[in-house]
């Protein structure tokens, strides 16, 4: 005997999961709502130069709620700048230039790092290569598609090199397309920072770092960061270092 589900139990499953979808949307409409609105407060605070005020509203929205425009980005370098706090204000500049690739933002790191002679905002022909390649990353990677869909088309696929080459070139897309080229990269923003030898508290100290240099980091450990200085792994703890990627 065929048993038929009740249609109104089919009905209130359906209600329901209508009422969590509206509730959710509902919610994360407002949260959005209310993150703009903290945004555009800090804005006009801003703009009356009322930094201090405008600087509380808009650590909120990054620290707290992990909201931020570009825009929000430069004036906060420019408030931190302003009061003498040029680590923050690099690791605001960093963060725009990771997302916009933006030229003047790059003169501006530099300069900041010049004048307070700190390490790790050098650019040779790979970071320049990599820079690129990040900026273009996602017209890069429909390229690479578009190159395997047309090989898939035109090649001779009676010819068993050509599955081979297939197989090979679909390895090696999806490889490019998952592989980060970039290592993470952070700035210190403590002042005397220990350099460690080893993971640990017990280790030696290999050197004092003063904020504002910028380190690339190969590991994590716990608490400790593994990274590169002088070309040597060292360690360092995370909370002596924001992330800037």
């Known amino acids: 005997m065929r048993i038929l589900r009740k249609p109104s139990m089919c009905m209130n499953s359906i209600i329901k999961t209508r009422i ?11 949260i959005l709502a209310n ?14 130069r ?5 600087k ?45 690739h933006n030229k003047e933002t790059s003169k501006k790191i530099k300069s900041i790092a010049k004048k307070n002679e700190l390490i790790g905002f050098e650019q040779n022909d790979l970071s320049l290569i990599l820079n690129v390649y990040n900026k273009n990353i996602y017209l890069i990677h429909s390229l690479l598609v578009v190159f395997l869909v047309l090989y898939l088309i035109i090649g001779e696929k009676k010819d068993i090199s050509y599955h081979i080459r297939f197989m090979m070139i679909s390895a090696l897309v999806l490889a490019i397309m998952n592989f980060n080229l970039t290592k993470k990269q952070g700035i210190i923003d403590q002042d005397n920072t220990y350099i460690m030898n080893g993971p640990s508290s017990g280790s030696d100290v290999y050197s004092i770092i003063k904020k504002g ?33």
């Open 20 to 30: 969590l979808i509206f509730f959710l949307l509902f919610l994360t409409t407002n």
């Open 213 to 245: 240099n910028k380190l690339k980091i190969s590991k994590e450990y716990s608490i400790w960061y593994e990274v590169i200085f002088e070309n040597k792994k060292k360690y360092i703890r995370k909370k002596n270092i924001s992330l800037i990627d």
């Open 35 to 48: 993150e703009k609105y903290l945004l555009s407060e800090g804005d006009s605070l801003f703009k009356l």
């Open 50 to 54: 009322k930094y201090v005020d405008a």
């Open 56 to 100: 509380k509203i808009y650590e909120n929205l990054y620290y707290d709620k992990n909201y931020f425009s570009d825009a929000m980005l430069l004036k906060l370098s420019f408030i931190e700048e302003g009061i003498g706090n040029y680590d923050k204000a690099l690791i605001y500049l960093s963060k725009h230039y990771y997302h916009t």
